[in-house]
C-alpha cells in the first residue's frame, strides 16, 4: 500500500532532480486519505451528473441542452478527479506524455467548444457532433491507460471493418 502511496502522490524513487514545480506539489500536497476523499468525491459529481445529464434527455425543449451542460461538467469533474489522486503537476504531465498528448488536446477542445456551440454559437447540430466527439475523445484518452487497450480496440475495429467490407 506504501508504494501505491508513493507512486500515486509523485515519489517514484527520481528524487535526485527536483524543479520548482515538484517542490511546490510537495509543499502543497494533501493527505493519503484527503486525497482519496476527493477523488472519490469527484468521481461520484462526475458520475452523477452524467447520468443526469442522460435522463435530461427526455425532457422536451431543454433536455438537450441540459444534456450538453451535465455530460460536459461530468467529464470535466471526472477528470478533476484523478488529480486528486496524482497530484495535479503529475497528472498534468501524464496528461501531455506523447502517447496522450492527441487524445488530451481533442478532449479539452471538444469540452470546450461543446459549451461554446450550445451557448455562445447556439448550433444544436454542431452541439451534436461537439458531445459525439467529447465522448470518443474521452474514451481514447482513458484507455491510454490501461496497456494494450488502443491497440485492442484499433485491431477489433480493423477485424470489423475487414468483415464489413467482404
Not at 5 to 28: K, P
Not at 103 to 130: D, E, R, S
Not at 154 to 165: A, E, N, P, R
Request: with cysteine.
Amino acid at each position: 500500500m506504501d508504494k501505491l502511496r508513493a507512486v500515486l502522490g509523485g515519489r517514484d524513487g527520481n528524487n535526485d532532480t527536483r524543479n520548482v514545480l515538484q517542490a511546490a506539489n510537495e509543499a502543497s500536497t494533501l493527505g493519503w486519505g484527503t486525497r482519496l476523499k476527493g477523488f472519490l468525491i469527484c468521481m461520484v459529481i462526475g458520475v452523477v451528473c452524467s447520468i443526469l445529464g442522460v435522463c435530461c434527455l427526455f425532457i422536451h425543449k431543454v433536455g438537450l441542452i441540459l444534456f450538453i451542460v451535465f455530460y460536459t461538467l461530468g467529464n470535466i469533474c471526472t477528470l478533476a478527479s484523478t488529480m486528486f489522486l496524482m497530484g495535479p503537476v503529475k497528472q498534468l504531465k501524464r496528461m501531455c506524455d506523447k502517447t496522450r498528448a492527441f487524445a488530451t488536446i481533442v478532449m479539452i477542445t471538444c469540452l470546450v467548444l461543446t459549451l461554446c456551440a450550445a451557448f455562445w454559437w447556439k448550433i444544436f447540430a454542431l452541439t451534436l457532433v461537439f458531445v459525439i466527439l467529447q465522448v470518443l475523445a474521452f474514451a481514447w484518452y482513458s484507455l491510454s491507460y490501461i496497456p494494450f487497450a488502443r491497440d485492442a480496440v484499433l485491431k477489433f475495429f480493423s477485424m470489423m471493418f475487414g468483415m464489413c467490407v467482404k
